[in-house]
DNA sequence: ATGACTGAGCATCTCAGA
């Protein structure tokens, strides 16, 4: 099983870009973020591959769908706990036995202190989904853009100021408050140290400096992570013309 | 010490991204 997970900035923008990874790394599932549409402009170009799409959107902003080339069930559209959340970040859906989550974390850096406190409640209810499905014993993937650097090797010297919101302590608390429900960081289990970036700013020569950070994330539940096999950015993409800012991580589970 | 790209939209600037 090949789970794959890709903020694309602009699915519109970035058709061709997926369309092409669709056909060279074939996936059995994809999730995207920041579609930055509604679901009636989401680009058809991914059936003619055998990919169906199940899509979240919402005009300009967030957005995020999932696209399999196995058959799935979509199981929430909405974060539990947070069901009118105007905003689209949250996919969850099942593959036989497993659940699979993909999410849009709110950046938190916008909007003053309500935007960051909507980041905090965000991965409030976040928690509180996962231990729900751990308890009921249920596999788990959860993966997406995290917008959480979880420890100062996850970005670059100087790409983020201390007092970030993908890197305040608060942030950093609540995503460990999420390992400790007993889930695995994949990109970490297979790679334990050093710089592994996921993204890279447009701006100021990130890329050509390595200026990235790690903030896409794949977090397995136990029976999930003793049957993992790999897990790593395709740093490749983000040297292609016209890329997205973060590049797609690809998960392989035996 | 500072600046710096990209995308969407009731658009020629503003908001958001990270």
């Known amino acids: 099983m090949r789970i ?8 519109r923008q970035r058709a061709t870009h997926v369309t092409d990874y669709l056909k060279r790394v ?3 599932l994809l999730l995207l973020q920041e579609l930055k549409c509604e679901e009636a402009a989401f680009p058809a170009d991914f059936a003619a591959l055998g990919y169906h799409a199940e899509v979240v959107g919402q005009k300009a902003y967030n957005g995020v769908a999932a696209l399999g080339a196995v058959p799935f069930e979509v199981l929430h559209r909405k974060l539990p706990g947070l ?25 938190g850096n916008s909007g003053g202190d309500d935007g960051y406190a909507y980041k905090l409640a965000w991965m409030d209810a976040l928690h509180a989904r996962v231990a729900e499905l751990l308890d009921q014993d249920r596999d788990l993937v959860v993966t997406g853009d995290f917008n959480v650097a979880p420890e100062d090797v996850d970005y670059a010297k100087g790409a983020l100021s201390p007092n970030d919101a993908l890197v305040r302590p608060e942030t950093r608390a609540r995503y ?7 889930l695995t960081d994949a990109i970490r289990a297979i790679n334990p140290t050093g710089p592994v970036y996921t993204f890279w700013d447009y701006q100021a020569g990130a890329r050509q400096r390595n200026a990235g950070l790690r903030i896409d994330h794949a977090l397995l539940s136990a029976r999930v992570a003793e049957r993992l096999v790999a897990c790593a950015p395709d740093s490749a993409e983000r040297d292609r013309v016209q890329p997205s800012d973060h590049v797609p991580v690809l998960l392989e589970i035996a």
């Not at 997970?5 to 602009?10: A, C, D, I, L, M």
């Not at 009118?84 to 950046?107: F, H, S, W």
């Not at 460990?176 to 007993?182: A, C, N, V």
């Open 26 to 28: 074939q996936p059995d």
């Open 176 to 182: 460990r408050s999420l390992l400790w429900l007993g």
């Open 4 to 11: 794959a997970t890709w903020n694309v900035n602009s699915i």
């Open 83 to 107: 069901p009118d959340d105007p905003q689209a970040r949250y996919i969850e859906v099942a593959i036989g036995k497993l659940t699979v989550i993909g999410i849009y974390l709110p950046n």
